[in-house]
């Protein structure tokens, strides 16, 4: 059974960071692609970073480059989002997201609220 299993949210002042955790099971994970996407309260999804399968390529969204990182452990399965400088508008619910088989999978998310 294919499981993603999100971690690290909570609240933090603008200007903080979070280290975001996603912990794959079920599947070989270094040989999938993985993303991380959002979705901010009333707003639709949006794709933030992935990681693609088989080699180091990362890609970022505009609104988050240079301040998220995006990074894997193969080792433990899991992959991260290093998110630094964050905004009140960075506030969303995480999720990470795999897709095999052409099947997606995603976690249930973890929750991002940046405010003072």
């Known amino acids: 059974e294919v499981q993603l299993v999100e971690s690290g949210g909570g609240l933090v002042q603008p200007g903080g960071s979070l280290r975001l955790s996603c912990a794959a099971s079920?599947?070989?994970?270094?040989?999938?692609?993985m993303s991380w996407v959002r979705q901010a309260p009333g707003k639709g999804l949006e794709w933030v970073s992935a990681?693609?399968?088989?080699?180091?390529?990362?890609s970022y969204a505009d609104s988050v480059k240079g301040r998220f990182t995006i990074s894997r452990d193969n080792a433990k399965n899991t992959v991260y989002l290093q998110m630094n400088s964050l905004k009140p508008e960075d506030t969303a619910r995480y999720y990470c997201?795999?897709?095999?088989?052409?099947?997606?999978?995603w976690g249930q998310g973890t929750q991002v609220t940046v405010s003072s």
């Open positions: 997201k795999t897709t095999l088989w052409g099947l997606d999978y």
């Open positions: 990681f693609t399968s088989g080699s180091d390529s990362t």
């Open positions: 079920g599947f070989t994970f270094s040989s999938y692609a």
